[in-house]
């Protein structure tokens, strides 16, 4: 194999030549080929015969090529195939789930018997044995040079097309299910963007391994690239490696997800969704698996730290950049006005909260954050509340989660709100306990002597 290029050695502007050498070339490309090719009807054909499972004989659905390899962006001398097999044992996600490590640990025995007629040096990686394993992986030694192809082997269920309208026990365990989609997503992509995800892949490879998950680096790669230039295929590849290393620097700014192959429509779906968005950010929903947020793994702070360094380096000095990022999709907002006209509008949830609102309205959340800032980054409502000064807005929440905003003059006392929580719907005053920053508040003394500012929330309690 030649020596790595080096990446940081290479000025920004030589870029668009540095990923010539990352593709895959020649022999090295032909001899994947026909590995994958060997073993795929190694399985098709010789694996399974006359094999029981779940009472039933073993056939092999179909056998989808996953990885870098199949998405089209493998770096020359360097290969992850993923080989997924779609099996007739299987037919819901439970008989995966009980019957995995069994069909995992025959591939092994079988390949152990039979590796001389596949034409290669093949060996089997040791797995885990105190956790249920969802792949094998095989070392695959290549004829014609020292390279190594590496090769995940999962078993999986054949579930595209027979789930409506999304199940309640689906975990990102089953997310090879779904590697056609996973694949689709990527392979379909122009190929200058592929260049830039070999080039992202590269750099990582060269810096650190086994942090996080290739796929995180594909799908924030794409990502930059959307918002970056509009899906465009003629872009500056300088500014796009660029842009995704600030990706990486600020991953805890990352909230990512599409809606190509699911979306707020179902109520399962959405509620879901929803519950996934407000979780500790970097979020980076698999496109075609909800229940995957590939940036849960640790490590991040690690890739941060490289990716500041990189910055810095003369691979990312670009002269008149002009190619920006958003750092999370525009979403709608409904904003609703008791009497008045709802109106819609779109918005960047970084963007601050008092550039959305009209002159003279408040809405409900503070005017100094971002929609970001409460884990909105999806389709939301919100009211509004017109206050006359020298009246301020509070929100009282009751611990089932619901808000509501009241307008109030600061010098009023506790039980002047308390009276329009009553008015309002709510529970009768002597049925109310009000508390802030963990204290209970006693009636007789007004907002201003308990330090109440504008926009602060308030707990209510219940007690009747």
């Known amino acids: 194999?030649?020596?790595?290029?080096?990446?940081?050695?290479?000025?920004?502007?030589?870029?668009?030549?540095?990923?010539?050498?990352?593709?895959?070339?020649?022999?090295?490309?032909?001899?994947?080929?026909?590995?994958?090719?060997?073993?795929?009807?190694?399985?098709?054909?010789?694996?399974?015969?006359?094999?029981?499972?779940?009472?039933?004989?073993?056939?092999?659905?179909?056998?989808?090529?996953?990885?870098?390899?199949?998405?089209?962006?493998?770096?020359?001398?360097?290969?992850?195939?993923d080989m997924v097999l779609f099996l007739s044992c299987f037919s819901r996600f439970k008989d995966q789930v009980q019957c995995r490590k069994s069909i995992i640990n025959f591939i092994e025995e079988k390949l152990d018997h039979c590796s001389r007629s596949l034409a290669y040096s093949i060996t089997v990686v040791e797995h885990?044995?105190?956790?249920?394993?969802?792949?094998?992986?095989?070392?695959?030694?290549?004829?014609?040079?020292?390279?190594?192809?590496?090769?995940?082997?999962?078993?999986?269920?054949?579930?595209?097309?027979?789930?409506?309208?999304?199940?309640?026990?689906?975990?990102?365990?089953?997310?090879?299910?779904?590697?056609?989609?996973?694949?689709?997503?990527?392979?379909?992509?122009?190929?200058?963007?592929?260049?830039?995800?070999?080039?992202?892949?590269?750099?990582?490879?060269?810096?650190?391994?086994?942090?996080?998950?290739?796929?995180?680096?594909?799908?924030?790669?794409?990502?930059?690239?959307?918002?970056?230039?509009?899906?465009?295929?003629?872009?500056?590849?300088?500014?796009?490696?660029?842009?995704?290393?600030?990706?990486?620097?600020?991953y805890k700014d990352i909230c990512i997800y599409w809606t190509k192959y699911y979306d707020f429509q179902s109520k399962v779906v959405r509620g879901f969704l929803k519950q996934q968005l407000k979780g500790n950010r970097p979020i980076i929903l698999d496109p075609a698996d909800p229940t995957n947020n590939i940036g849960k793994r640790k490590g991040w702070d690690l890739i941060a730290k490289e990716a500041a360094y990189c910055l810095r380096q003369d691979c990312c000095i670009i002269e008149d950049a002009s190619q920006g990022w958003n750092r999370a999709r525009d979403i709608q907002v409904t904003v609703k006005q008791t009497g008045k006209e709802t109106w819609r509008l779109w918005a960047n949830p970084h963007r601050p909260i008092r550039k959305m609102k009209p002159k003279g309205k408040r809405q409900l959340l503070s005017s100094q954050k971002t929609l970001a800032d409460y884990g909105i980054f999806s389709e939301v409502s919100i009211p509004v509340l017109k206050t006359f000064p020298p009246e301020i807005q509070v929100f009282v929440k009751e611990s089932r989660g619901q808000s509501k905003p009241y307008a109030i003059d600061p010098d009023d006392t506790i039980d002047?709100?308390?009276?329009?929580?009553?008015?309002?719907?709510?529970?009768?005053?002597?049925?109310?306990?009000?508390?802030?920053?963990?204290?209970?508040?006693?009636?007789?003394?007004?907002?201003?002597d308990l330090k109440i500012k504008d926009c602060d929330t308030l707990l209510l309690i219940r007690i009747g």
């Open 1 to 81: 194999m030649e020596p790595a290029p080096d990446l940081y050695g290479n000025s920004g502007d030589r870029l668009d030549a540095f990923f010539t050498c990352l593709q895959p070339q020649g022999d090295w490309k032909e001899e994947g080929q026909d590995a994958w090719q060997r073993i795929e009807r190694f399985f098709r054909e010789q694996c399974f015969h006359d094999v029981l499972a779940l009472n039933q004989e073993v056939k092999v659905l179909k056998v989808v090529k996953g990885g870098s390899s199949g998405k089209g962006t493998t770096l020359n001398h360097r290969s992850d195939q």
């Open 128 to 250: 885990r044995k105190n956790r249920k394993p969802c792949s094998l992986t095989l070392a695959v030694q290549c004829r014609k040079s020292d390279d190594i192809i590496w090769m995940d082997v999962l078993p999986a269920y054949d579930a595209l097309g027979k789930l409506s309208g999304g199940s309640k026990t689906l975990t990102a365990e089953f997310s090879p299910s779904f590697t056609e989609l996973q694949r689709r997503f990527v392979k379909s992509r122009p190929v200058k963007l592929k260049n830039l995800l070999r080039l992202v892949k590269y750099w990582y490879l060269q810096v650190r391994s086994n942090i996080a998950p290739k796929i995180a680096l594909e799908l924030l790669t794409i990502y930059a690239w959307e918002m970056g230039t509009k899906k465009s295929d003629n872009f500056n590849m300088s500014e796009g490696f660029v842009a995704v290393m600030e990706l990486f620097r600020d």
């Open 416 to 448: 002047v709100l308390k009276e329009k929580i009553e008015e309002a719907g709510g529970p009768c005053i002597e049925d109310q306990i009000l508390m802030f920053e963990n204290e209970e508040l006693e009636d007789e003394y007004s907002l201003a």
